[in-house]
């Protein structure tokens, strides 16, 4: 059993800050890349930001320069410091992973989702 725990999202005034956290845990292996998604009402589930082990990151093109995603490999967390919200960043942030368990299995998950809410 793999799970993804959120914490960290809230209700924030637009130009202010929020920093979500996912820790995973279980019968994990490794982990591959790890990212957060967000879906707003009425819309489609989109990319926010992906970290592979190494380093490397993905942004949209809506949070570049403002948000940044890191991640500890030991403690199977990563991390996304909101900076510069603005109300189009409200939406439930979801965490997602690539994960090979102890089993043998590789397989993708996703966290339950944590409420961002940025008010004008």
């Known amino acids: 059993q793999v799970q993804l725990v959120e914490s960290g999202g809230g209700l924030v005034q637009a130009g202010g800050s929020l920093r979500l956290s996912c820790a995973a845990s279980?019968?994990?292996?490794?982990?591959?890349?790890m990212g957060w998604y967000r879906q707003a009402p009425g819309k489609q589930r989109e990319l926010v930001a992906t970290r592979t082990p190494v380093g490397t990151t993905n942004y949209a093109d809506s949070v570049k320069g403002r948000f940044t995603i890191s991640r500890d490999n030991a403690k199977n967390t990563v991390y996304l410091q909101m900076n510069t919200l603005k109300p189009e960043d409200t939406a439930v942030y979801y965490c997602n992973a690539d994960i090979h368990t102890r089993s043998g299995y590789f397989k993708n998950y996703w966290g339950q989702g944590t409420q961002v809410t940025v008010s004008s």
């Open positions: 279980g019968s994990i292996f490794s982990i591959n890349t």
